[in-house]
């Protein structure tokens, strides 16, 4: 078994070899629980990442990319 680390509550926890080879290197939750919280949790930092972003000034405009 392969040991993982919950990404919402930090708790390490014991993970078949089968899903932790679809993982892909990702840390995968512990709990139901933690995993309805971990879209949460992604959500809140991405849009921290975002207003700090235009905080700074730093809009693709600003920078003179376009999509």
Do not use: N, W
Not at 29 to 49: D, I, M, Q
């Amino acid at each position: 078994m392969a040991l993982h680390t919950c990404p919402v509550c930090g708790g390490r926890h014991e993970v078949h070899p089968v899903l932790d080879r679809l993982a892909y290197g990702q840390q995968l939750t512990c709990s139901p629980r933690c995993k309805t919280v971990f879209p949460g949790l992604v959500r809140a930092r991405v849009l921290a990442e975002i207003a700090k972003g235009v905080q700074d000034g730093d809009s693709r405009k600003a920078r003179g990319k376009t999509c």
